[in-house]
């Protein structure tokens, strides 16, 4: 015979562990408070890192001096002059819009020579810098382009971008020290134009026309350094040979004269005559 459950055993089985759906969506008020501070302590401590890793310069591109560039542009005058070519420099950051960090020319600091109507037949060397923030893992780049006017083929350029290498200046030069490294790279330019025959070599000026310098004597260099000594022992011969004369010329007259010669004022002396016997 089965055994007849209880009405209350029933009821009791069915409900046991559910809980009312009204009571588990319910969230305390101080979980709700920790939960809003939380969040906004994240959004200023991204705010305050953002603001502090604007403010750092680690990943700023440096451009030359003042200095750098005024001599750049002297050496790059006196080449261009001469070859007729316009050579220049672009220096820019990887991440950076609108202008470059640095740009120069034969034509003076801050003037392109891209596009420039005085400048026909132009170089320029291009520099893009790449430094990444701290928490990157990219390592610093520095990616270097040469560009030209149309009548320079795409060989010769990339000769010339080759020749920075190789007198180096690489790239590890160019992210060491961005604003040395694209003044020097600038000044080479005309040089490796020359190497690759994209332009005729710069006339060497000829040196100013002087005088030739006299020969010196072609005396003896006793007679040239001691000049005053025989001069004046020439005199003292001269002076003993004149001495030596006069004295032979009153010797001579002594012995004509037969007897020594008589003072000026004195009586002649009277002849003897032989005493008779």
């Known amino acids: 015979m089965a055994t007849a459950k209880r009405p209350g055993a029933a009821g009791r089985s069915a409900t046991t562990g559910a809980k009312s759906p009204a009571k588990s969506a319910e969230i305390p008020v101080w ?13 200023a401590a991204c705010t305050v890192g953002a603001i502090v890793n604007s403010g750092d310069d680690s990943d700023k591109v440096p451009p030359p001096t003042v200095q750098e560039r005024d001599d750049t542009v002297a ?15 672009e220096l820019k950051d990887y991440f950076g819009y609108g202008d470059p960090v640095s740009v120069g020319s ?5 003037v392109a020579v891209e596009d420039n109507p005085a400048c026909p037949r132009w170089v320029q060397v291009s520099v893009r810098i790449y430094y990444p923030s701290e928490s990157s893992e990219s390592d610093d780049n520095a990616y270097v382009d040469v560009n030209g006017s149309s009548d320079f083929s795409a060989a010769e350029l990339l000769g010339i971008a080759n020749g920075l290498g ?9 992210v060491d020290d961005p604003g040395w490294a694209i003044t020097r790279a600038a000044v080479m330019l005309p040089l490796l134009a020359v190497e690759a025959g994209a332009v005729e070599p710069a006339a060497t000026p000829a040196p100013a026309a002087t005088e030739p310098s006299p020969l010196p004597h072609p005396g003896s260099d006793l007679w040239r350094d001691r000049w005053g000594y025989l001069l004046a022992a020439a005199g003292l011969l001269l002076v003993t040979a004149l001495l030596v004369t006069v004295g032979l010329v009153q010797r001579r007259r002594q012995r004509r004269g037969g007897g020594p010669a008589q003072r000026p004022g004195a009586e002649p002396a009277a002849p003897r005559t032989p005493e008779r016997a």
Do not use: D, M, P
Request: hydrophobic share 50%.
């Open 31 to 43: 979980k709700q408070a920790l939960i809003w501070v939380g969040l906004l302590g994240t959004v």
């Open 166 to 174: 190789r007198l180096g200046v690489t790239e590890k030069v160019f």
């Open 75 to 89: 050496i790059l005058a006196r080449s261009s002059a001469s070859q007729g070519v316009c050579y220049g420099w």
């Open 106 to 110: 034969n034509l003076g600091a801050g």
